[in-house]
């Protein structure tokens, strides 16, 4: 499984920005795909992810009424669009994807992952 995100950048606080992650190496069917984030001296955070099967969203508190996780089953392609973005959002953020257990808000449930895709909010 090969996972690979793109789309972070500079941005103004308040602004926005789309993440997408796209996977290739197997069928997703039973999988959930999620994006976690790392800033500096701090440990991955989970985000959000999604269920492919059915394209049940879950999100972290703090992206909750900001991000929306969506995926294109066709493209196998998942997307955050991230809103009124904080300078506290700014990290690194990766993808991945895991068998769905149930668990998804934990490094741990995920076996693959991106490369990361840096995001900074400036003020």
């Known amino acids: 499984v090969q996972l690979q995100a793109s789309g972070g950048g500079l941005v103004q606080v308040g602004g926005s920005l789309r993440l997408s992650c796209t996977a290739s190496g197997r069928t997703f069917s039973s999988y959930v795909m999620g994006w976690f984030r790392q800033a500096p001296g701090k440990e991955r955070e989970f985000v959000a992810a999604i269920a492919w099967s059915d394209g049940s969203p879950f999100y972290a508190d703090s992206a909750k009424g900001r991000f929306t996780i969506a995926r294109d089953n066709a493209k196998n392609t998942m997307y955050l669009q991230m809103n009124s973005l904080k300078p506290a959002d700014t990290a690194i953020y990766y993808c991945?994807?895991?068998?769905?257990?149930?668990?998804?808000?934990?490094?741990?449930?995920?076996?693959?992952w991106g490369q990361g895709t840096q995001v900074t909010v400036s003020s």
């Open positions: 991945a994807a895991g068998i769905h257990t149930g668990q998804v808000i934990n490094t741990y449930d995920y076996a693959y």
